[in-house]
């Protein structure tokens, strides 16, 4: 393995906790073992370099294991969380799997040879280097979902610098890059990752409370039905060290609720693509939206509002779609940022943008206005097109209790004036009779 200095670390603190779940763990000893007899098996069906394997991306001490087992073997390791069970069909036709294990059932775990080698130039170019694949896939909300090649060797080595290692809740999935990172931080710094099923605030509570956990790496949406729900207030969460958030714009109202109930939690904002890897970040204050990114092997630039970024762990390219980089690697991120010295505050995408009579509303400003009212459990805001304006900002509202259209409407006219510009208060309004969020926590914005 190329990464044995990870290997090293871990065979080093054998009787450790490494992983936790509900009513299990596993040592780092117990990972390690169960890495040697993936590896046999995998070698006995004929698995080696190169060769394209999907399985269950859920946390536990088998997925792991394999996992560890198919960066050994240099293959190119496709993880499906359940939660994409729809997709799954979809998903391993575009990365062109030829193995699927299935290492959650009950018993060894079958290995089923599903289709030939791909002879895509990417991943013979991952073999040529001797280096192990990780293939990732993109949200999908505008088209068909993207596969994501990654260089694992490259992406692992950000982990190899000693920190502190941490007893981390594995909220984001492994089929995520979010999920990876922690695994991965997990493991390479001697911590502990405490592995869940149930992503509700009371289950999530109950076990950072029961775990001790220190760090939680989550959503703005999660953390937003966390403060509404009020667990926190019902658990000892005292262990609690770190609260990091990601994967959308944090809205301001969420996070000065939050700085307000866990005054002694520092609250630091993330920043990473799928196509990049996590980037480093510093958050100016734990009630501050402003944040550096960037760290060693990345560089940022500001091109017209919109941050670009240059990794030298960017992935290697889509299987299914043209390179999005430059000429000279620079990836468009399209996420619209405000300046101040080298700070930044991320204002949402630009793909998002609503423009109102050559106003540009950026729907996380209003959302977070909204979502300070009583009653609101949730809130997106979209631009649907209007004859007169170009486009008109509409809100899809989940409240808690019921409440007629009109008389909110009324009641956010009111709490908006003075807050908002009015050409960004809604003109619609719908109210949801579902969650706006999707199953990893993030708000689903519906396009008009």
């Known amino acids: 393995m190329r990464q044995s200095w990870l290997l090293e670390r871990m065979s080093g603190w054998g009787q ?32 080696g370099p190169g060769m394209v394997v999907a399985f269950s991306g859920d946390c536990c001490d088998r997925t792991v294991s394999l996992l560890l087992a198919l960066i050994e073997l240099r293959c190119i390791s496709v993880p499906l969380a359940s939660v994409v069970e729809a997709q799954r069909a979809e998903f391993l036709e575009i990365a062109q799997a030829e193995y699927v294990v299935d290492c959650l059932a009950n018993g060894p775990g079958a290995i089923a040879r599903r289709g030939e080698r791909p002879g895509h130039p990417l991943i013979e170019a991952v073999v040529a280097a001797g280096h192990a694949g990780l293939v990732l896939f993109s949200s999908g909300s505008t088209g068909r979902p993207k596969a994501i090649l990654h260089d694992f060797d490259k992406l692992l080595q950000k982990f190899e610098p000693r920190r502190q290692g941490y007893r981390i809740l594995s909220f984001l999935l492994l089929d995520h890059i979010g999920g990876i990172n922690t695994l991965f931080y997990g493991l390479s710094q001697g911590g ?24 939680l790496p989550t959503s703005p949406t999660f953390l937003n039905l966390l403060l509404l729900s009020e667990e926190h207030r019902r658990h000892d969460l005292s262990s609690l060290r770190l609260i990091t958030y990601g994967t959308e714009v944090m809205p301001a109202s969420t996070l000065e609720r939050l700085h307000q109930e866990f005054p002694e939690v520092r609250l630091q904002q ?29 560089e940022t630039k500001v091109v017209d509002g919109v941050l670009w970024v240059r990794a030298e762990m960017a992935m290697c390219g889509y299987l299914n779609s043209e390179s999005p980089f430059d000429a000279n690697g620079w990836f468009n991120t399209q996420d619209a940022v405000e300046e101040d010295g080298e700070w930044l505050r991320f204002l949402g995408r630009t793909t998002d943008l609503i423009n109102v009579g050559g106003q540009k509303v950026y729907p996380a400003e209003v959302e977070s206005a909204l979502l300070a009212m009583d009653n609101v459990k949730a809130v997106t805001v979209r631009g649907e097109r209007n004859p007169i304006v170009g486009q008109c900002v509409v809100a899809r509202v989940r409240l808690c209790e019921t409440e007629s259209v009109s008389d909110f409407k009324a009641r956010m006219r009111r709490h908006c004036r003075g807050i908002l510009a009015p050409y960004m208060v809604p003109v619609k309004v719908e109210i949801a009779a579902d969650e706006l969020h999707n199953a990893r926590f993030k708000m689903i914005r519906v396009t008009s």
């Open 16 to 47: 450790r906790a490494a992983l936790v779940g509900e009513r299990w763990s596993a040592r780092y000893e117990d990972l390690l073992g169960g890495m040697t007899e993936w590896c046999e098996r995998l070698n006995h069906a004929g698995i």
């Open 192 to 215: 502990t990752v405490v592995s869940i099923r149930d992503r509700r605030p009371a289950s999530i509570c109950r076990a950072i409370e029961q775990h001790r956990v220190e760090v």
């Open 270 to 298: 993330t920043y990473g693509l799928s196509e990049l890897g996590i980037l480093r970040s510093k958050s100016r204050g734990d009630g501050s939206l402003w944040i550096k990114v960037g760290g060693e092997g990345y």
